[in-house]
C-alpha cells in the first residue's frame, strides 16, 4: 500500500523490450533500500524490484500492465515518480493508494494560477464516475485534491513542491499519465449497489411466491426525531 506521497524521480537508464513484456531499470537512490521481490510504486504502478544495488533498481513490467497504464510509453532517459511502500509506522500523508491504475487519462491544459499551476486531464468515464470535487484521484502516483470535474474531465492544482519533486511538474498538454481513484468509493458503490440488488431480488422472489413485495420497517419514533 502507498498514500502518494513519491520520496523521488527515478531516471530509467534502460528498456528491455520482448514478446512476453518489458524489464526496467531505474536510477535512484531508494533503490538502496529495496531487495529482490520488493514492491515499489513506479508513475503510480505497483512493480516488484527483480533486483536492486545502490543505485538502480531492474522491474518486470507484464503486458497486462502495459496495456492499462502508461508505461508502455517510457523510454530511456524518461522521469519517474517512485515511492516505497507505507510502513506501520509511517504518516499517511496522502489516500490510501494501492498502485492498481483505474485508467489513463491526457493532459489536456496547463495553466498558471498565482505560484500553483492548474492542469486539466481528460479520462475515461469508468474512473470519472468516482471521482469528485475535493476528493483525491492519483495521477502517476502522486496524491492529489480535485479542483474539479464534469462529464470528460478532472482538474487538479499542483503547488510548487509538487512541482519540484514530482514529474507532474514538467507534465504538458498530450501527456498520458496513470489515474487510480480513490478507493473508498469503489467499495461505497459497492456496498449501495449490493444493498439495492438485495432488495429487488427480495421483492421479485416474494412477488413469484405471490406474498407480495417486502414490507417496509416502520420507522421508530426515536429515528423519526433523530
Same mark, same amino acid.
Do not use: W
Given at each position: 500500500?502507498?498514500?502518494?506521497?513519491?520520496?523521488?524521480?527515478?531516471?530509467?537508464?534502460?528498456?528491455?523490450? /520482448?514478446?512476453?513484456?518489458?524489464?526496467?531499470?531505474?536510477?535512484?537512490?531508494?533503490?538502496?533500500?529495496?531487495?529482490?521481490?520488493?514492491?515499489?510504486?513506479?508513475?503510480?504502478?505497483?512493480?516488484?524490484?527483480?533486483?536492486?544495488?545502490?543505485?538502480?533498481?531492474?522491474?518486470?513490467?507484464?503486458?497486462?500492465?502495459?496495456?492499462?497504464?502508461?508505461?508502455?510509453?517510457?523510454?530511456?532517459?524518461?522521469?519517474?515518480?517512485l515511492e516505497?511502500?507505507?510502513?506501520?509506522?509511517?504518516?499517511?500523508?496522502?489516500?490510501?493508494?494501492?498502485?492498481?491504475?483505474?485508467?489513463?487519462?491526457?493532459?489536456?491544459?496547463?495553466?498558471?494560477?498565482?505560484?500553483?499551476?492548474?492542469?486539466?486531464?481528460?479520462?475515461?468515464?469508468?474512473?470519472?464516475?468516482?471521482?469528485?470535487?475535493?476528493?483525491?484521484?492519483?495521477?502517476?502516483?502522486? /496524491?492529489?485534491t480535485v479542483?474539479?470535474?464534469?462529464?470528460?474531465?478532472?482538474?487538479?492544482?499542483?503547488?510548487?513542491?509538487?512541482?519540484?519533486?514530482?514529474?507532474?511538474?514538467?507534465?504538458?498538454?498530450?501527456?498520458?499519465?496513470?489515474?487510480?481513484?480513490?478507493?473508498?468509493?469503489?467499495?461505497?458503490?459497492?456496498?449501495?449497489?449490493?444493498?439495492?440488488?438485495?432488495?429487488?431480488?427480495?421483492?421479485?422472489?416474494?412477488?413469484?411466491?405471490?406474498?407480495?413485495?417486502?414490507?417496509?420497517?416502520?420507522?421508530?419514533?426515536?429515528?423519526?426525531?433523530?
Open positions: 500500500m502507498f498514500t502518494g506521497i513519491v520520496k523521488g524521480i527515478g531516471l530509467v537508464e534502460n528498456v528491455e523490450s /520482448s514478446a512476453d513484456g518489458v524489464r526496467i531499470t531505474v536510477a535512484t537512490p531508494l533503490a538502496g533500500e529495496l531487495g529482490a521481490g520488493d514492491s515499489i510504486a513506479v508513475n503510480g504502478v505497483c512493480l516488484t524490484a527483480a533486483s536492486a544495488t545502490d543505485g538502480a533498481f531492474v522491474a518486470e513490467v507484464m503486458n497486462e500492465t502495459l496495456a492499462k497504464t502508461s508505461l508502455s510509453g517510457v523510454g530511456t532517459e524518461a522521469e519517474v515518480n516505497l511502500p507505507l510502513r506501520a509506522s509511517d504518516r499517511l500523508g496522502g489516500h490510501v493508494v494501492q498502485g492498481h491504475v483505474d485508467g489513463v487519462g491526457v493532459v489536456a491544459g496547463v495553466r498558471e494560477d498565482g505560484f500553483a499551476r492548474r492542469v486539466t486531464i481528460e479520462a475515461p468515464g469508468q474512473v470519472l464516475r468516482y471521482v469528485v470535487e475535493k476528493g483525491s484521484v492519483a495521477i502517476d502516483g502522486v /496524491s492529489l479542483v474539479s470535474v464534469d462529464e470528460a474531465s478532472l482538474e487538479v492544482s499542483l503547488i510548487p513542491e509538487t512541482l519540484e519533486r514530482t514529474s507532474l511538474g514538467r507534465a504538458r498538454p498530450g501527456a498520458r499519465v496513470n489515474l487510480e481513484v480513490d478507493l473508498i468509493a469503489k467499495y461505497v458503490e459497492k456496498a449501495v449497489l449490493g444493498a439495492a440488488f438485495g432488495e429487488l431480488n427480495r421483492d421479485r422472489h416474494n412477488q413469484e411466491e405471490g406474498s407480495g413485495p417486502t414490507p417496509k420497517r416502520p420507522v421508530t419514533r426515536m429515528e423519526a426525531a433523530g
